[in-house]
C-alpha cells in the first residue's frame, strides 16, 4: 500500500504536468526532500522561445522541448543530495543522467501502460540500468493504488 504522501506528490506531478502545452505529452516532476516539494517541472519549450508546439514537426519539438525533470532540476537553483523525484512518466537516459549527477536518489513512478512501453522500453532500460549502476532506487507505483484522473 503506497503511503498519502505518495499519492499527494504524484497528484502534484500530474498537476504540474497539466500546464504543458504539448498537445500530445504531458509530463510533470516535483521534486521533494522528506514531506517537502522543492522544486516542480513540466516539459515545454524555454522562456522566450516561440510556443509553437501545436504547429512544430516532432523533430523540431523534439530538438526545443525541456523535459519536466530538467525544469525541475533546473529551477530548484539548490543542492539536490538525497532528494526524491516523481515523474508521470518514466526519466529518459538524458534526465536519468542529470537525476544522477545532481545527487536525487529516489525515482517514484507510476507502472507504465503496454502502449508506452511498446514506444519507450529501449529507453526505460537505459534509464534503469543507469539508475542501477548509480545507486538511484526507482519504485513503480501501483496504478491500481493512485487515483485516477477524472
Not at 537553483?77 to 529518459?92: A, N
Request: one cysteine or more; charged letters at 25%; glycine letters at 6%.
Amino acid at each position: 500500500m503506497i503511503s498519502k504522501w505518495a499519492v499527494r506528490f504524484f497528484q502534484m506531478a500530474e498537476l504540474v504536468g497539466s500546464w504543458s502545452k504539448d498537445p500530445s505529452t504531458q509530463v510533470g516532476a516535483v521534486i521533494t526532500k522528506g514531506n517537502r516539494i522543492v522544486s516542480v517541472g513540466f516539459n515545454g519549450y524555454p522562456h522566450g522561445i516561440s510556443d509553437s508546439a501545436a504547429t512544430d514537426d516532432r523533430e523540431m519539438k523534439l530538438l526545443k522541448t525541456l523535459h519536466a525533470e530538467e525544469n525541475a532540476i533546473l529551477f530548484a537553483k539548490r543542492d539536490l543530495s538525497d532528494c526524491d523525484i516523481w515523474v508521470t512518466h518514466f526519466p529518459c537516459p538524458n534526465c536519468a543522467a542529470k537525476i544522477i549527477q545532481t545527487g536525487i536518489t529516489h525515482v517514484y513512478c507510476p507502472e507504465q501502460s503496454e502502449d508506452f512501453l511498446s514506444r519507450w522500453g529501449e529507453k526505460i532500460k537505459i534509464s534503469a540500468d543507469m539508475f542501477e549502476q548509480s545507486g538511484v532506487n526507482v519504485t513503480w507505483l501501483p496504478l491500481s493504488e493512485l487515483p485516477t484522473k477524472d
